[in-house]
């Protein structure tokens, strides 16, 4: 399977989340990881890090898997290598997240294909969430 066209439809699914986990968050502001949790920041959009052995990043307390997500986080973004990101689908199926966005690199054809399989809305394209947030420095 491909990555499917990422439609205005697909991207106002992913954002009409309550809150979002951030798959691949980092301290270090220089990554993409950091960026995009800064990016649902200045966007007063509710943002809760995952990362396995940080507490904290930019001010916001971690949770260590995705399993450990608040039941308001609809939507998962991805910033992992793509091996990563296999095993972080299945992680979003099992907690019933319904909506992913791989960043560019995040993605592979497996992952894609699995969350795809689960029926989710997959937003692998390509497209940037930085990009479509209008994040800047």
Same mark, same amino acid.
Request: hydrophobic share 40%.
């Given at each position: 399977?491909?990555? %499917?066209?990422? *439609?205005?439809?697909?991207?106002?699914?992913?954002? #009409? /989340?309550? @809150?979002?986990?951030?798959?691949? $968050?980092?301290?270090?502001?220089?990554?993409?990881?950091?960026?995009?949790?800064?990016?649902?920041?200045?966007?007063?959009?509710?943002?809760?890090?995952?990362? %396995?052995?940080? *507490?904290?990043?930019?001010?916001?307390?971690?949770? #260590? /898997?995705? @399993?450990?997500?608040?039941?308001? $986080?609809?939507?998962?973004?991805?910033?992992?290598?793509?091996?990563?990101?296999?095993?972080?689908?299945?992680?979003?199926?099992?907690?019933?997240?319904?909506?992913?966005?791989?960043?560019?690199?995040a993605e592979s054809p497996k992952a894609v294909a699995q @969350?795809?399989?689960?029926?989710?809305?997959?937003?692998?394209?390509?497209?940037?969430?930085?990009?479509v947030l209008k994040y800047h420095e």
């Amino acid at each position: 399977m491909t990555s %499917p066209t990422v *439609t205005q439809a697909m991207l106002d699914i992913f954002l #009409a /989340s309550p @809150a979002f986990g951030v798959v691949g $968050a980092s301290k270090d502001r220089d990554k993409y990881g950091n960026k995009v949790l800064r990016a649902y920041q200045l966007r007063q959009r509710r943002a809760i890090p995952v990362h %396995p052995r940080e *507490t904290e990043i930019e001010g916001v307390r971690c949770v #260590a /898997s995705v @399993a450990e997500l608040p039941a308001e $986080a609809h939507s998962l973004s991805i910033i992992t290598p793509p091996a990563i990101t296999e095993q972080i689908v299945e992680a979003a199926h099992q907690k019933g997240i319904k909506n992913l966005w791989m960043q560019p690199g995040a993605e592979s054809p497996k992952a894609v294909a699995q @969350a795809q399989k689960y029926g989710m809305n997959v937003i692998a394209d390509g497209t940037c969430l930085l990009v479509v947030l209008k994040y800047h420095e």
